[in-house]
């Protein structure tokens, strides 16, 4: 059952029809408040950073376009996203914590509450961050500002992120799920359209056909990658479980075979999120130096890393090594997550309770070390296909092409998200479908 069945299946009936209307008002509403702008914000000012900086232009493609326009959702859902996988760090960090996660409904809710204070948090610090930038630039995106007006503008860009934490929760409670991730991927189809037309006016000589060529190889690398993406996003190594005859109340049930099954990509797009937000921060501390005196060592070193640090510098060597961080920084972070998120010694001792077991690998320890070397070796495979999406595929397309890093829009990191989302909400609709189809045949 492909996407587009299970959404006519889906809205055949009421229940899940609702849900999905429910959905698409949210995602309409989230749409126009990413077109508000912030009142005093120069949108020329704007679009000559944006068309200069590589790497915004990553951060707007999170918030739907919300950042290009300096609009009340700017900041989109990553101060949530950071503030959600902080907690998750915690959960290993913090004994406490881990024990509150393992409550269940009680402590995750209770755990829900930390991650919303925390959003609120870092919402406000990258608000200011943002505000700084933006009034430091040249020429100002915001002019001169006092305290109280740029205390207004923090509080307008998190109360924006607020709501759209609020939106993604709404959507995972009342609608078809995955509220977060829906979001986000709204914004990047959002704003498709735009930033084709943008690009392509931007290199349209009146040539004819030749105008066309580099959009024709771009669209062509763009299809070939959708199909690796998604054979990658649904690759997983199946590990064989034995399980053993157990009695469970009055019943026997029968051993059984199957199979746990360990995805490439296990992380998704968290360490791309983790790597921009590294990288893009020794810009945003370079620019609260702006107004330092010149000839300050510290004016000085802002000044280069303002003018170097960036994916598509003219400083061979500085892009260079500006990029190999980048993918440095993805790869380890796919590693870093994965080994959060995927605790061994926890799968180890589920199997050992439920009287499984993995054929020719004793249980307990001796489980956990297996599974940690293939999880290690499939990781592998996972971080290095994101390092090439996010920083070799860009570059490559822009050779290829002719179309410049900076301007390109739908890159791959783009195209995971979609193709990720897409999928996931296929699964979603069909898990659906399926248990009202099993309620029916209760009734």
């Known amino acids: 059952m492909n996407l587009l069945e299970a959404l006519v299946n889906a809205i055949r009936l009421p229940e899940l029809r609702n849900k999905i209307l429910f959905t698409g008002g949210i995602l309409v509403v989230f749409r126009l408040f990413a077109n508000v702008a912030v009142p005093g914000a120069s949108q020329a000012a704007l679009a000559q950073l944006f068309n200069s900086q590589a790497l915004l ?7 739907g376009g919300g950042l290009s326009r300096f609009s009340v959702v700017a ?72 305290w109280f007006q740029r205390l207004q503008i923090v509080l307008v860009l998190t109360a924006g992120t607020v709501m759209l934490m609020w939106f993604g929760e709404m959507i995972t409670e ?61 690759a997983v190594r199946k590990i064989p479980i034995q399980s ?19 995805r490439v990509n296990h992380a998704g797009v968290i360490p791309i999120i983790f790597a921009i937000s590294v990288m893009f921060l020794p810009t945003i501390v370079a620019n609260y ?19 170097n640090f960036a994916p598509d510098t003219s400083n061979l060597p500085m892009a260079i090594t500006y990029n190999g961080l980048y993918f440095a920084f993805t790869f380890g972070f796919t590693y870093f997550y994965t080994a959060i998120t995927f605790d061994v010694n926890e799968v180890a001792d589920n199997l050992k309770r439920y009287s499984s077991c993995i054929p020719g690998i004793r249980p307990g320890r001796p489980t956990a070390d297996y599974l940690a070397a293939v999880m290690n070796r499939v990781t592998f495979a996972g971080a290095t296909f994101l390092g090439f999406i996010t920083v070799i595929l860009p570059i490559a397309t822009a050779k290829i092409s002719g179309i410049p890093h ?34 029916g045949f209760i009734r």
Do not use: C
């Not at 019943?251 to 199957?258: D, I």
């Open 244 to 262: 053993a005859q157990r009695t469970v109340g009055l019943k026997q049930v029968q051993s059984r075979a199957s199979f746990l099954p360990l």
């Open 57 to 63: 232009g990553l951060l707007d493609l999170f918030s």
């Open 289 to 307: 130096f702006t107004g330092a005196p010149p000839d300050t060592w510290y004016y000085k070193a802002a000044a280069w890393v303002r003018g």
């Open 406 to 439: 900076q301007q390109m829009y739908l890159g791959g990191t783009a195209i995971l998200i979609v193709v990720g989302v897409a999928l996931d909400t296929m699964k979603q609709l069909q898990t659906q479908l399926v248990m009202r189809q099993y309620r």
């Open 174 to 234: 009342y609608g078809i799920g995955n509220g977060v991730s829906l979001i986000i991927f709204a914004g990047i189809i959002g704003r498709g359209p735009q930033g084709v037309a943008s690009v392509f006016s931007a290199h349209s000589t009146g040539g004819g056909l030749a105008d066309y060529v580099p959009f024709i190889i771009f669209g062509l690398i763009a299809l070939g990658m959708t199909a690796v993406i998604i054979e990658v996003q649904q």
């Open 75 to 146: 900041m989109g859902m990553n101060p949530y996203i950071n503030a959600t996988i902080i907690m998750q760090l915690m959960t290993v960090i913090s004994e406490r914590i881990k024990e509150f996660s393992k409550e269940g409904e009680a402590g995750r809710r209770r755990i829900t509450r930390w991650s919303r204070y925390l959003t609120v948090a870092l919402g406000a610090g990258q608000a200011y961050g943002f505000t700084v930038l933006f009034q430091n630039t040249t020429p100002s995106i915001l002019g001169t500002l006092d």
